[in-house]
Each structure stands twice: as C-alpha cells, then as structure tokens.
C-alpha cells in the first residue's frame, strides 16, 4: 500500500507483515531497504493517528468536566 491515508488498523497489519518478512531474512537488500522505508512511514503515520486519537479524547474529557487531563493544543 502507497497511500497517505491508510487506517491505524490497516497500518499495524501492514507493519507486522513487513517486520515478519524482514525477520525472515530472505529478501533482496533493495527491497530491504524500501521495506523499511514503508515501515517507518506508517509508524510514523500511526503515530501521528495515535497522537490526534489522544488529543480528541483530551479535549472531550475536559469538556465533560474533566480538567486534570492537559489542554488539547492546536500547533504540536
């Protein structure tokens, strides 16, 4: 998968195959590499949905009336 919106789910699944493959140890060093590389884009992304996931959940909570959990900020 290329795309820039792939879902949380479908990014862990994804994640694992390749660290499964990888594992494995029986594939080319060029596609090693663009392995990996895919791999830390949708880490990165997961993170990023993880992240955004919380913050709602911040901003929700503390419109509830929960204030011990910190403000949702906008530029982080």
């Not at 290329?2 to 594939?27: C, H, N, P, W, Y």
């Not at 791999?39 to 992304?45: E, N, S, V």
Request: aromatic share 4%; no cysteine; hydrophobic share 30%.
């Amino acid at each position: 998968m290329t795309d820039q919106t792939t879902s949380f789910e479908s990014a862990m699944k994804e994640l694992e195959d390749i660290v499964t493959e990888m594992e494995r140890g029986d594939i080319a060093l060029e596609d090693s590499l663009k392995k990996f590389e895919r791999g830390i884009q949708l880490a990165r992304q997961s993170q990023q949905q993880l992240k955004s996931a919380e913050q709602k959940v911040q901003v929700l909570m503390q419109n509830n009336g929960e204030e011990s959990l910190s403000s949702f900020e906008q530029g982080e």
